[in-house]
Structures are given as structure tokens and as C-alpha cells.
């Protein structure tokens, strides 16, 4: 179900969000138009330190967005959740 909100392990919390969208210097209107969704979205995404309450779609977005500017996002594993530049 595509506007259901992802339980999947994988999910990216609001903290990755903000940080992967620092270290590409964009602002939330520059994700939010990279990822084809609305500013509100991104903003209601980013205070969450946790797993957001966004929908599946539009977490996804997100996540392709912030990948195809070179953003690799760290698991859980150990070490804790994160995010880094893709070597």
C-alpha cells in the first residue's frame, strides 16, 4: 500500500534527514523540489529525531534524492544510525 507509513527496518530518521541534507548544503526547498514533494513534507519529516510518520512514497523520495547526491545512509549496526558522503 503506497500511503501507508513504512514500518521497514531500513526507514530514515528525521536526525538523517536533517544531517544528509547538510552535507549536501541544500536547503529543504532544494530537497523538497529534488524529491518531487511538498517543503511541509520535508519540514514535518526533519522534527522527528526518530523514524518519521511520513508515508512510504514519500520516504522513499526522500531517501532516492538525498542517494543520487552522493549520500549514503549507516544502519543501525552497532554504531548507531547515520549518514556519510557514498566513497
Not at 531500513?10 to 523538497?32: D, P, Y
Amino acid at each position: 500500500m503506497i500511503n501507508s507509513k513504512s514500518d521497514d527496518a531500513n526507514e530514515i530518521t528525521g536526525a538523517q534527514i536533517r544531517a544528509a541534507r547538510a552535507l549536501v548544503n541544500w536547503s529543504a526547498k532544494e530537497l523538497a523540489k529534488t524529491a518531487g514533494i511538498g517543503v511541509a513534507t520535508v519540514s514535518r519529516a526533519e522534527v522527528e529525531d526518530g523514524t518519521t510518520s511520513l508515508t512510504t512514497a514519500n520516504v522513499r523520495a526522500i531517501r532516492q534524492a538525498l542517494e543520487a547526491a552522493g549520500v549514503e545512509f549507516v544502519s543501525k549496526n552497532g554504531g548507531g544510525v547515520g549518514v556519510r558522503f557514498r566513497t
